[in-house]
């Protein structure tokens, strides 16, 4: 089993700046990827950016050139660094983490954080 507990999130005004922190713990040798979901209120979750264990890096494209995902294997964390935030990137953002190689798709992560709230405002 793994588990991953989130820290960070908050509120910023717009075209500022965020990081999110997720670790993972138990049996993170298992773990192939960590990736980042968001889901706003009313919407279907969403894929944001994920990290594979050889340090591969996947967006979403409303987030490209925005957002940077990264890991530190030491220490069985990823993050995900948020710059030039929109109002629209407000939702909870789920950290997860899969044994699977299609690291774009809910359905293969496995294991979930609590979420974290991040909030935009105009």
């Known amino acids: 089993q793994v588990q991953l507990v989130e820290s960070g999130g908050g509120l910023v005004q717009a075209g500022g700046s965020l990081r999110v922190s997720c670790g993972a713990s138990g049996r993170t040798a298992s773990i192939y990827a960590m990736g980042w979901f968001r889901q706003a209120p009313g919407k279907e979750r969403e894929f944001v950016a994920a990290?594979?264990?050889?340090?591969?890096?996947f967006y979403g494209d409303s987030v490209k050139g925005r957002f940077t995902i990264s890991r530190d294997n030491a220490k069985n964390t990823v993050f995900l660094q948020m710059n030039s935030l929109k109002p629209e990137d407000t939702a909870v953002y789920y950290c997860a983490a899969t044994g699977a190689v299609a690291v774009t798709y809910q359905a293969r992560y496995d294991y979930w954080g609590q979420g974290a709230q991040v909030t935009v405002s105009s």
């Open positions: 990290i594979s264990r050889i340090g591969s890096t």
